[in-house]
C-alpha cells in the first residue's frame, strides 16, 4: 500500500539549531502513525513543515506520490492537510457552526453566507464524528472535549485527507480519552490518514498501527506497533533502557523541615497535615480535583488559607503572599509552567534571576554578567539544550521550558521547593533529566514535594506517598504498601483489598 502522504529528506535550520535533519514520514490512509520522539526532537517542527507554516530547507513531501510543496498554510489545507493542536485556536464568543466554517462559509448566490447551509453541514459533520452538539451553540459554553470535537470538524470541513492530532489527551479526563479513541476509529474508517503525536506510551500502543521515531532532529525507525515494546522505543528515542528512567536514591532522610497542621481552606481542602523532612521526596498522588495543587498554592501564598499553621525548623511562618512563602524558604513549580512559572518573551538568563535580582544588582543596576554567572550555573546542572542563554524561552521546548523553570527557583536556594506535575507533557528524555535533578536535590538536603498524576513516577521517585482525595488526605504510604494498587484503591475511595 502506497502512502497518501510522504516525506524524504526533509531539513530546518534555525539560527544555531538543526532542528531537522534530512528526516522521513510517511502516512496511510486508515491507519495511525504515532510520532515519537523527545522534547527537541522535530516533532512540532515536522508539523509545522506539514501545515505550510515552516518551509524546509531540503527534502520532497509528495501526496499520492506526485511532489507538492506548501508555501502557506492555506496551501496545506487546500491538500488536505490539517492540524487538531493540544490548545483548540477557536473562538468562544461564536457559534458552533461559525467556528466550524470560519474562513470558508457557504456562500449563496448573491455572494452572503448561508446560515442555514452553514448550520446543516456544521450539524453533517459533527455527526460524522458521532458528536450531538447543536451547531447553534455558543463556542464558549462547552467544555474541553466537546471544543476537541469542534475542532475536528472544522478540519473535516475542509476535506482534510491527513489529520494531526498534536497532543490531543493532554486536557482530557479519563472518559473523554475513550471518547476521543473512538473517534479515532471513526476517522480511520472514513480512510484518514492520521498522524499521532503524544508522550502518553499507553495511548500509543493503544491507538498507532505504525510508529516513526525522531531524535535530536534525525529520523531513527519506523515499524508497526505491533511489534514493538516499550523498551525498544525508549532506547530508539534516548539511547538509554527504560529502567534507568529513575535513579537510585540514597535516601539520607533527616530532621523536619516543613510541619503543616490543620490547614484548611473555606472551598478547597480541610485538616491538612504532614511533615517533610530535610532530603526527602514526599509524593502527593490523587485524582482530578483532590485538591493536591490547591494545597501547595496555599503553602506558597496564592490562595489563603482559612486556618491551620505552617512551621519552618520548628518555627511558625505565616504565609499570606508569594513573597513571604519565598522569604519563608518554599518555591513552587506550577503544572502550567507556561501561563503561571515564566515569561515566555523574556530571554532564558532573565526568566532565571527574576526572584533573584537582589543578588544579580548593585545600587540599584543590574549586572549582566552577573546574571549569566547564575543562570548558567543553573541551567548546566539542569542540562538545558539551547542555543544560548539570551535566547528568548517561548522557542525552547516544553521539558527545556520547565528546566528553567526549576532553575529560577533554585537560584533563590530554597529549603522546600514544590514541584506540581514536573514532567507533564515532556518527554522520556526530560523526565529522565528532571527525576536525576531531583534525586540530586533530595541528596544534597532540600526538603521536595512532588505532586504526580503518574503513579510509575511517583512509586519511581517517592520516599512516602500522601493520597488525597475530594480535598482530604486519605492515606500516608510506605515500604510494601507503596504499590499502585494501594494508590489507586485510595484514591478512588475503595477499601484495600484483605
Known sequence: MNPVLSLRGISKSFPGVKALQGVQLDLFAGQVTALIGENGAGKSTIVKVLTGIYQPDAGTITIDSTPIRFATAQDAARAGVTAIHQETVLFDELS???????????????GLIDRRAMRDGAKRLLTSIGATLDPDLRLGDLGIASKHLVAIARALSTDARVVILDE????????EIHELYDLVETLKAQGKA????SHKFDEVFRIADRYTVFRDGQFVGEGAMADATEGQLVQMMVGRSVDQIFPPRSHNIGDPVLTVAGYSHPTEFADINFTLHKGEILGFYGLVGAGRSEVMQALFG?????KGAVRIDGQVRVIRS???????GIVYVPEDRGRQGAIRGLPIFQNVTLPSLTRT?????????????LSRDYTQRLDLRASALDQELGLLSGGNQQKVVIAKWLATKPRVIILDEPTKGIDIGSKAAVHDFMAELAAEGLAVIMVSSEIPEVLGMSDRVIVMR??????????????PETLVRAAAGIAEAA
Open 96 to 110: 458552533v457552526a461559525e467556528n466550524i466554517w470560519l474562513g470558508h462559509a457557504p456562500r449563496t448566490r448573491f
Open 168 to 175: 490531543p489527551t493532554a486536557a482530557l479526563s479519563h472518559k
Open 194 to 197: 492520521i498522524l499521532f503525536i
Open 302 to 306: 496564592i490562595t489563603k488559607p482559612s
Open 322 to 328: 508569594t513573597h513571604e512563602a519565598i522569604a519563608a
Open 361 to 373: 544588582s548593585r545600587s540599584g543596576f543590574l549586572r549582566l554578567a552577573e546574571e549569566f554567572r
Open 470 to 483: 475530594e480535598g482530604r488526605i486519605i492515606d500516608e504510604v510506605t515500604g510494601s504498601r507503596m504499590t
